[in-house]
Every structure is written in structure tokens, then in C-alpha cells.
């Protein structure tokens, strides 16, 4: 969907969506070249892009694609919906202090461990806002924010641990 | 008792501030129970713990604020207790910053008299004082304020003049008691960046309360106070 996004801003070759798509939104982990036109063979599939004369020169980058209505529709759509609002009740870190009371393991030294790990995370990321520019700051406060709760959970679960302990032993 | 100390990897300076084996108590309740901790110079370190779990205590016993009923705080070497009240009050004046949550500053003042206090308190001259109070305000983005009275001010400016108080004299410890928590976010995020960066500018070690992660996320390292004793957690990754 992001593909679709950054090719509704104007007509586009495959290397300029990857290059935009790796400077806003990759963060270290850059769109391999296949799934970029792999992608792009899709929209065209669907209807959602079409791709206008191959261009003369050398590469092998020469199509230039093109957002149709429908795909234009469908961002539209996509940009107004709300992310399902996930409460991560089932994630890792509630599945390991669950076992860990029900198996009689310690389950205050991994909400310590975990508690370590996160905040050594967050001060990466702090230092990552305080370096780069505002692209940086926001990405590393999406993180930071999430974090954060994670954190608050925590300290709230570590709080009830031999309640909770009573519950799931029970 | 291991006293928690700072990573290797912390630059510089051996150690400024020690704390062992600090018990307080107020009344009937134990706030500090045994509490050890050791500060890097040039570092800066946050305290977190839940509420009422000692924290706050413990900084006011570092800063010479509060006499613990046992143990020993040694800064630069030297016990506080081996001073006099009066060489505390010169310690606290000239060789410590203050920030806390809510500002305190004096609303009658205008801003740079606030940031220039410390140094008028130490003797300085009134136009050499405003003239280095002034300094810190373009640096601080209060431009054109230096006249303001504190009270016309937003909580984020008032909370950045508050800032330049502590740094202004160059304090070789600067003592931040939940320096954000009177603010949104946004201000909470431009005072930290902001004070951070001065303090490491400037060498100056700092000590910040907090029981924010993202606010402990700006310093070197963190420990936690829980009931009244201190533990480690994640070591210096700057």
C-alpha cells in the first residue's frame, strides 16, 4: 500500500518508488528490487496501475507507472481507516510470564531482564531522535511511544505477579 | 552490600558522588533502607522507582538536602557530613544545580534575573550575571523573553528558564527532581534534549528523578529504587 501511495504523488519508475519507499519508511531494512516489481505487476494486475510505454535507453528500469481511479479509490480508503486497535494480550511477553508462574519459574528476574532490554532499546532510539532529522524523531517516537507501554505493563504486571501467580496456578 | 556502580564504558573522571549504605527514615516509615549508589563525573544517570519508593530521598541525601540517619555520602571524595552546614550551603550554591518539577522560580523576577540567580548568590556582579544569564536564551529558543516575567510564561519556557537556573554557573552536578513531569510530552521531550545536551556540553554530571522511561531513555544509565534500596539495570550505550 505504500508502493501505491508514493506512486499516487506522480508517475514513477520502479527505482524511484524503492529509493523513496527506503529513505521514508525502510529504516535499515530496504525493498529488495523483486518485490518492488513484483508488487508493481500486482497493482497492474489489479487494475490499480498502469504502466506507460517503455522509456528508450539502457537498464532495465525503463517502465514508468502510473496510478489509475481505482487506485487512487482504494488509498484513499486505506488512508482514512484506523489500524485495528491491538491489545497484544496474546504477545511474548505475556505467554512468558504466564508459563513462567505456572512452571514455578522466576518470573520477576524476566520482567527485570525484559525491563533491561527495553530501556537500553529506548535510549537507542532517543539517541537515534537527537542525531537525525524529523523523519528520525517520529519513527523513533512511534517506537519509543510503544515501548513505553510495554514498560508501563511491566512494572504494573511485577506489581501483581503473586496475584497473578495464584490465578494461573490455580 | 555491592554498590552499584557506573559501566566501564562511561567516559572520564572516576567518580563524583557516592552513596552507602544511606537509611532514612520519616517518623515510623523507612524511605531508605541501605541504599548504595556510585556516579561517574560527566555522566548522566536517571533514578526511576514507582512512587514512594525512595527515589526522590535518595537525591536529596546525594545533593546534602536531607542528612540520612546512617551512612555516608562522599562527593569529589570528601564526606558532607565532614562539612560544616555552612560549607554544605557553599557546596549546594556553587558546585550544585537544581531543577524540579514544578520550576520554583521567583515570579517577581523577570526571566534573566531567574536564570542569573545562582549567580548573584555567588557574588557575582549584576551586569556580568544578566549578561551570562542572557546567553542562554537563544540556545534555550527563549529569544526575546529575557524581560518576561516568569508567570507570563507557557510551563515548557517557564521549565526552560528553570534549566538555565541549574546550568548557568556551571555546576558540577546538576540534581533534576521529575524535571518534565509538570509537562506535556512535546515540552517534556524539548527540555530533556535540551538539557542534556547542555549538561554534556558543558561536563556537567547529571542526576534526574524521574519515573518516565522515555525521560531515563536521555541519560547514560538508570537504576531503580525499589523500597528504599538501589539496583542496576542497562549499562551507558553513548
Known sequence: MALLGLLDREPSHGYDLKRDYDTFFGRGRPLPYGQVYATLARLARDGKAVTGETEPGAGPDRKRYRITERGRDEIEVWLSEPVPAEPHLQTDLFVKVVLSLMLGRPAEAYLDAQRTAHLRRMRELTELKQRGDLVDALLADHGLFHLDADLRWIDITAARLAALAGEVRA | ?238
Open chain 2, 1 to 238: 552490600m555491592t554498590i552499584v556502580s557506573a559501566p566501564s564504558g562511561v567516559e572520564a573522571g572516576g567518580v563524583i558522588l557516592e552513596a552507602q549504605g544511606l537509611v532514612l527514615s520519616f517518623g515510623e516509615t523507612p524511605a531508605l533502607r541501605g541504599a548504595n549508589l556510585s556516579v561517574e563525573r560527566g555522566e548522566v544517570l536517571a533514578v526511576m522507582g514507582p512512587s514512594g519508593s525512595g527515589k526522590s530521598t535518595l537525591l536529596y541525601c546525594l545533593a546534602g538536602i536531607l542528612t540520612p540517619d546512617a551512612g555516608v555520602v562522599r562527593f569529589d571524595g570528601r564526606r558532607l557530613d565532614d562539612r560544616s552546614e555552612k560549607e554544605r550551603s557553599k557546596l549546594r550554591r556553587d558546585r550544585f544545580g537544581f531543577v524540579f518539577q514544578f520550576g520554583q522560580l521567583v515570579p517577581e523576577l523577570t526571566a534573566e534575573e531567574n536564570v542569573a540567580l545562582p549567580l548573584l548568590l555567588g557574588g557575582l556582579q549584576r551586569a556580568q550575571a544578566l549578561a551570562s544569564a542572557r546567553d542562554w536564551f537563544e540556545r534555550l529558543g527563549l529569544e526575546g523573553m529575557e524581560r518576561h516575567r516568569t508567570g507570563e510564561m507557557s510551563g515548557g519556557q517557564a521549565q526552560r528558564v528553570a534549566l538555565a537556573r541549574g546550568l548557568v554557573a556551571q555546576p558540577d552536578v546538576l540534581f533534576a527532581d521529575e524535571p518534565t513531569g509538570s509537562l506535556d510530552s512535546l515540552n517534556g521531550e524539548v527540555v530533556m534534549d535540551l538539557l542534556t545536551r547542555a549538561a554534556r556540553d558543558q561536563g556537567t554530571t547529571v542526576i534526574i528523578v524521574t519515573h518516565e522511561a522515555r525521560v531515563a531513555a536521555y541519560a547514560d544509565r538508570e537504576v531503580i529504587v525499589r523500597d528504599g534500596l538501589v539496583s542496576s539495570t542497562a549499562s551507558a550505550t553513548r
